[in-house]
């Protein structure tokens, strides 16, 4: 492995390119450990998501001693703010879902293509674990706690916020995960940019990834004699979006009326 380049992880004020940069650097690194384990015949599993995160622990110290101790700073949350958050994100994994649905209606899915490009453990806690709990740890230290928290001494809260969803999209490299990456990486940075809480983005992270593989949704069949494809009925479509909105609204009247 060659020494990393200061100039790439020490980037204050970082720009939207030396960031992607160092999205490359972690996640090169990551994925190419694993890569070699594999073709020494070692069971990746979990392994992965391990690998990923230590060299997103690393990167963060390489930026700075003190940059996790920053990051990681606990900010208290009210329990009706969170409340709020869980309506809001619930009806978000809804209409994130039916989105997703349109979208596989345009560009299907090849088959057992997420059966080969992700480890999906049998056991319920493992796959809590894998998709849930790591990746909200993992990525939210990268990509809010690093790479947000950064723009924003350069860019607009918009355009910071806007940058770091592109860049969280992007990371996830396959098509039918961009675009909800996308979103949710909106969410997040708005999250961390209003509450300054790394530790609520984390967890509306989980929840929204539990959501988005645990909820048994309801869906209708839709296609034709060449392919079926799934839709959400009508009505649960309507209470994604109500969902959100009250979630949306209640944060914005708590949010005022703690202000007073």
């Known amino acids: 492995m060659s020494k990393y380049n200061p100039e790439i992880l020490n980037p204050d004020p970082l720009t939207f390119k030396k960031a992607l940069l160092l999205c490359f650097f972690v996640f090169g690194i990551a994925h190419g450990t694993s890569i070699i ?70 560009l299907p899915i090849p088959e057992s293509f997420f059966d080969n490009f992700f480890f999906m453990p049998d056991n319920v806690i493992l796959l809590i674990i894998s998709i849930a709990i790591f990746p909200a740890f993992t990525e939210e230290i990268l990509f809010r706690g690093i790479i947000t928290r950064r723009f924003y001494r350069i860019y607009s809260p918009r355009k910071a916020i806007l940058l770091s969803a592109v860049l969280f999209g992007i990371m996830h490299i396959n098509p039918w995960q961009t675009f909800g990456a996308f979103i949710g990486g909106i969410f997040y940075g708005w999250i961390y940019l209003r509450f300054k809480s790394i530790w609520l983005c984390m967890f509306m992270h989980a929840y929204h990834n539990v959501l988005a593989v645990l909820m048994p949704f309801p869906y209708i069949e839709v296609g034709n004699y060449y392919n079926n494809m799934y839709r959400h009925p009508v009505w649960f479509d309507i209470l994604g979006v109500f969902l959100f909105l009250l979630g949306l609204v209640t944060l914005n009247v708590i949010d005022k009326e703690e202000k007073k």
Do not use: C, P
């Open 37 to 106: 384990l594999s073709f020494r015949g070692l069971s990746i599993g979990l392994i992965q998501d391990i690998i990923l995160l230590a060299t997103v622990l690393i990167t963060a110290r390489g930026i700075n001693k003190n940059e996790l101790s920053r990051i990681l700073i606990w900010r208290d949350t009210s329990l009706a703010v969170f409340a709020a958050l869980l309506l809001m994100f619930f009806g978000l994994s809804i209409i994130d879902s039916e989105l997703n649905n349109l979208f596989q209606m345009l």
